[in-house]
């Protein structure tokens, strides 16, 4: 029970923010991206927490409407008035370092104060501690972040908070006046990385092959393999491939996610296809060992706790049906899509009563 109201509460105290965002500028040595519209995820994560407690039983449910609103009341409080809008995380190419580049933005608004009169960046550096500098004009903080280590955050324009490894101050001096200046060069192989439909939260995205080539250095030696072969037409097709997409979905109508893949030609688009469908294969055995399976996992299960044996049948006998109708493979041209999207109610319906269930 305390676990139940402990995801509703945290899920509702960190997503339930405000704002509509501007468009984030992805550096030209960037490989791979990912975007988080936070508006529309506070939306839709709303309303997914609203269909789960709607779900729970009748005592359990009261408890939990109670924790959620106070969740919300604090955020209200506290964080509502930052008004983050986006965030985004890339990992570039640093030409003075052999090692990938991370980094991460978030717009917000800095200058605004909560009911404690405290900004964001007086609470950053409340919970951070760390030293105080100046990068390319705009004042920064180098601190210990909790999963990310020793990190460097700019505060840019009152607007963004860039945050990079310690030791790519390089790269963040780069991010600092791509920000506020706007100077640096942008990669045109994101243009698409903020056109998020209605049901998805999150992007996550890679540049295509060639760009890829390009920025590790290496498209010489793929055509090189190709002339050595004999099969120049492979080493094309290999760089030909473009980029491969990532979305999350979350709504009350729809959970799952959509993987796209651009295999610039048929021939590997076959194979793309072909693999997916392998997948969907599996997932139709797995669904259909679900409830079967159930003894097996029950005595794993038995190791770290106890479980209801006929609730895990129940739940896996359900959760099978739903798997077979939840993968789909569809191709267009030479882009093939893995989707994986349960209908939410549907889902919640089968997950929570069962898992009230087995804590009761």
């Known amino acids: 029970m305390k676990k139940i109201l402990g995801i509703v509460a945290a899920v509702s105290a960190s997503l339930i923010l405000a704002g509509c ?15 988080v519209d936070i508006d529309k995820a506070i939306f839709n994560v709303k309303d997914v927490v609203e269909v789960v407690i709607d779900e729970l039983p009748k005592e359990m449910r009261e408890e939990a409407e109670k ?8 955020y209200k409080k506290n964080f509502r008035c930052f008004d983050v809008e986006w965030a985004v995380a890339t990992v570039g190419m640093d030409k003075s370092s052999p090692e990938p580049a991370p980094a991460i933005v978030v717009k917000a608004d800095l200058k605004a104060k909560n009911e ?19 990068v390319a004009g705009a004042p920064a903080l180098t601190c210990v972040l909790p999963g990310l280590g020793r990190s460097t955050l700019a505060f840019v324009d009152d607007t963004y908070v860039i945050a990079v490894a310690a030791s790519s101050a390089g790269v963040l001096e780069r991010m600092v006046k791509l920000y506020k200046d706007g100077d640096g060069e942008t990669s045109d192989a994101f243009d698409d990385l903020t056109d998020l439909d209605g049901d998805t939260v999150l992007r996550i995205q890679t540049a295509d092959a060639a760009t890829m080539a390009d920025l590790f250095g290496c498209r010489r030696e793929i055509e090189e393999f ?33 993987l796209t893949v651009k295999a610039g030609s048929d021939l590997f688009a076959d194979a793309v296809e072909g693999a997916a469908n392998i997948a969907v294969l599996g997932n139709r055995i797995a669904a259909a060992g679900a409830g079967s399976s159930a ?24 959760l099978g049906g739903l798997l077979r109708k939840a993968v789909e493979v569809k191709r267009s041209g030479s882009t093939v899509t ?16 069962a898992l009230t269930g087995a804590a009761r």
């Open 116 to 134: 404690q009169g405290a900004t964001l960046v007086d609470m950053v550096k409340g919970l951070v501690g760390g030293q105080e500098s100046q």
């Open 338 to 353: 893995l989707a994986v999207e349960f209908d939410t109610e549907d889902l919640v319906e089968t997950v929570v009563p």
């Open 226 to 258: 190709g002339e050595k072969c004999g099969d120049e037409d492979l080493a094309e097709m290999l760089l030909d491939v473009g980029g491969v997409m990532l979305d999350v979905k979350v709504t009350d109508d729809v959970l799952g996610s959509t």
């Open 67 to 74: 924790a959620y609103e106070e969740a919300i009341e604090q």
């Open 21 to 35: 965002g501007g468009e984030p500028r992805i550096p030209a040595n960037t490989v791979a991206a990912a975007y």
């Open 295 to 318: 003894e097996v996992i029950e005595k794993a299960l038995r190791k770290v706790g106890t479980v209801e044996m006929g609730v895990l049948k129940k739940l896996g006998g359900s």
